[in-house]
């Protein structure tokens, strides 16, 4: 068994969030999250359960032997500090791999939602398909940040992002190298969702997070 050091860095890479990511999406500095990877300090006790939602595990599994008791760690997140905060969701991932999303601010029904996490000043998307499965499930929550960028990195090689084609559709992808140094390719994780090569994009943003609530 792994001591929590390496869970934690496991866990967390598991998911593709960097250290920046689930800095942010806990309200703290990039070098604590590094600082539990390295075995330097450990992540308090109210925070786990944030944790555990980020990186899509229980908390019991998060915790293992070394890092505190799951129910000490339930009652330390129910401090009035720590308390859930509610977003509207943006939009949803549809079965057909294509995101919609409601620019005019209006929300269907069960479209707000309540985060492990306060502070998160970008868009709420809902998974509603299975085109990235397993990678993402039915029903999981994304977020990602706007105006994002007008094109592909190599940075983002390997990375999940949403992106705006230059036909006007919204997609849910992984970003992979194209034929060559200066292309890329939007793949699914369903073998049965063709690949898109050379997209021509309006706007791509790189996946915040995804967490089951």
């Known amino acids: 068994m792994d001591d929590w050091a390496s869970r934690l860095k496991r866990l967390r890479t598991a998911t593709r969030l960097s250290q920046a990511k689930v800095a942010r999406a806990l309200g703290i500095a990039p ?11 450990k992540p308090s006790l109210d925070r786990l359960p944030t944790i555990a939602a980020l990186y899509g ?23 009035p500090i720590r308390r859930q905060s509610s977003f509207l969701v943006s939009g949803y ?16 029904n069960d479209m707000e939602v309540e985060l492990p996490f306060t502070g998160y000043d970008g868009l709420i998307l809902r ?9 993402y499930k039915p029903g999981e929550i ?5 105006p994002g960028k007008e094109q592909f990195s190599l940075k983002m090689i390997g990375k999940d992002v949403v992106a705006k084609l230059s036909d006007g ?11 060559n140094n ?8 369903n073998p049965l969702v063709a690949p898109i090569f050379d997209p021509q994009v309006e706007w791509v943003s790189p996946i915040d997070f995804h967490i089951t609530l």
């Open 169 to 179: 559709q919204i997609v849910l992808k992984t970003v992979m190298q194209g034929h």
């Open 182 to 189: 200066s292309s890329y390719t939007l793949s699914s994780v």
């Open 93 to 108: 991932v549809s079965g057909a791999d294509r995101v919609i999303m409601y620019c005019d601010g209006d929300a269907a």
């Open 31 to 41: 070098a604590s999250v590094a600082q539990w990877e390295i075995g330097r300090s």
């Open 57 to 79: 595990v229980s908390l019991e599994e998060l915790c293992g032997p070394d890092l505190g008791s799951p129910t000490e760690a339930l009652k330390a997140s129910k401090m």
């Open 142 to 146: 994304v977020g990602i940040h706007l």
């Open 127 to 135: 998974v509603n398909g299975e085109s990235m499965v397993p990678r």
